[in-house]
């Protein structure tokens, strides 16, 4: 039995027995005396720490939790020790080819050498070209069709900038151990110190050289071709990224306004309004779906991508650093949302499985005249909601709807042409269900109901859905039979109120038509 302990290590908790504590202490402790006299210690030894931790978490496993001596043993096989560097350079210097074949490779944007976001060096570090070439072959790209533009601003947003040491090692495909790390630190040093030398000495040395050309007429060319493109791009850059941020808002407040259930002024159609989604989901699934959850899904499904999408145009226009993990992150989330957007679209398809229709004849008695008059009833009660706002539903379906709990549907009339000299009107009463028994109880449970009197059909003004029943497509169709050269009659309200439920069939301040030639006239 062990004594174990509980390290941090590169913010990465571990437990860890007690020899391979005071082994793994002992070599940190000789890391932090060889690096002390560098100036950037803390960040070697922090990169060094992080590839410590990568190194024996891919040692452990559910079975196995605890750090052995093996394990550092391992650690220091792999990265080196410190009295190691600096000795055997020749040999060190002819296996670095081999070590660096060795080191596993990731894409990275070199920020280093980047001309705009990093991407062509970075793709020229990973396969070990110059850059110019990389470079060269996005102006073609671009000249040949634009194609360039977008490939590079895919691979801008895709490809993570190399920010560490260990990040360049890897961009390089070098093997990540001490001596590697202090290498790559000592070069980075060395460019900076270059480069600050040369904006240092650059006025001088344009001045000492009057009257000479320091550069070729085809540098100076291709260096200011450069400069246009370069700001050209950033112009392009920047429009995109405002109106990926712009679109982005703009459908967030339309969508998200909408599933909180304001704004059904903005969706207004054929003098109908469009429920809002609260009423909409209450009408259409009661109680059969948790609204919660729904609501929490459609917020997932749409706005994660629209807030990845205004998050990448601000990205695109003030430059900021992109937040790691955040783009997989909100990728995993969208995912658990349409994974939860396809069980309820199951759960909903399953309560419009079936249908059932049940036909009945309507008792029309023969007009005196040749002329039939269709009015609304004025003794059903629902006639108190004819100057209620209409609402669409599916389809061509509309709806008043009072309260919450009280749902009437406009009934729809067709015309045809009667095959004899005599009126006749038929009933088609029609719903969904689960199945066709639950289709016909909802059939049955509709209100409604049309009277003859002389030569006037009085009709509902309004099918009623009880109280606690959802809409499963309900409807009821009253088709008319009309004689070749017989007049029907339309109570002007009617047309007026009903207009997209009853047949229509013309606008105009006429409310009497014959049938001729099959249609009414």
């Not at 109680?287 to 990448?312: A, E, K, R, S």
Request: one cysteine or more; glycine letters at 8%.
């Amino acid at each position: 039995m062990k004594k174990t302990f509980t390290i941090n290590l590169g913010g990465i908790i571990f437990h860890i027995d007690d020899d391979a504590y005071q082994l793994l202490n002992q070599y940190l402790e000789s890391l932090k005396r060889h690096f002390s006299v560098m100036e950037d210690s803390r960040e070697i030894l922090d990169d060094i720490e992080s590839r410590i931790a990568e190194i024996l978490q891919e040692g452990l496993s559910e079975t196995r939790q605890v750090i052995t001596l093996d394990d550092i043993n391992r650690v220091m096989q792999m990265m080196g020790k410190p009295d190691e560097i600096g000795e055997k350079k020749e040999e060190a210097a002819t296996a670095a080819e081999d070590e660096d074949a060795k080191g596993a490779k990731r894409l990275f944007r070199n920020p280093d050498e980047k001309v705009l976001g990093g991407v062509c060096s970075g793709i020229a570090a990973y396969f070990h070209l110059d850059p110019v070439w990389v470079r060269l072959a996005f102006v073609l790209f671009l000249v040949a069709g634009g194609a360039g533009v977008l490939l590079y601003l895919v691979l801008w947003l895709v490809m993570p900038e190399a920010r560490t040491t260990t990040d360049r090692l890897e961009m390089r495909g070098e093997r990540i151990t001490i001596e590697n790390i202090e290498r790559s630190l000592a070069e980075e040093l060395n460019a900076l110190k270059e480069r600050l030398g040369k904006m240092a000495n650059g006025t001088g040395e344009t001045l000492r050289k009057t009257g000479k050309v320091t550069q070729t007429a085809f540098e100076s060319i291709m260096h200011g071709l450069l400069s246009v493109l370069k700001f050209a791009f950033r112009v392009v850059v920047i429009i995109i990224g405002f109106s990926f941020t712009i679109a982005g808002i703009a459908l967030l407040i339309v969508i998200t306004t909408y599933l909180f259930g304001g704004g059904i002024d903005f969706f207004r159609t054929n003098n109908a309004y469009t429920f809002s989604f609260p009423d909409f989901t209450h009408i259409l699934l009661g109680h059969d779906v948790t609204f919660f959850f729904l609501l929490l899904t459609l917020l997932i499904l749409f706005c994660v991508p629209l807030l990845m999408l205004i998050y990448n145009g601000l990205r695109m226009i003030l430059r900021f650093p992109r937040v790691r993990h955040l783009g997989l992150t909100a990728f995993y989330v969208w995912l658990i949302g349409l994974m939860l957007g396809g069980y309820f679209a199951f759960r909903v398809v399953n309560l419009y499985k079936d249908h059932a229709e049940i036909k009945q004849s309507i008792k029309i008695e023969k007009p005196v005249t040749d002329t039939l008059y269709i009015a609304l009833s004025g003794k059903d009660p629902s006639a108190k909601y004819l100057d209620q706002q209409v609402y669409s539903l599916l389809g061509t379906s509309r709806a008043v709807y009072p309260s919450r709990d009280e749902l009437y549907l406009l009934p729809k009339v067709g015309f045809i042409v009667a095959t004899d000299s005599l009126f006749k009107a038929e009933r088609f009463d029609y719903s969904r269900g689960r199945n066709a028994q639950e289709a016909k109880l909802l059939i049955s449970r509709m209100i409604f109901s049309t009277a003859m009197s002389g030569d006037t059909l009085f009709i509902d003004p309004f099918v009623k859905i009880p109280g606690g029943d959802s809409w499963r497509g309900q409807e009821i169709n009253i088709r008319i039979s009309v004689p070749e050269g017989k007049y029907v009659h339309f109570e002007p309200r009617l047309r007026y109120y009903m207009g997209g439920g009853f047949y229509s069939p013309e606008t105009g301040s006429r409310n009497t038509y014959q049938m001729k030639e099959g249609w009414l006239q």
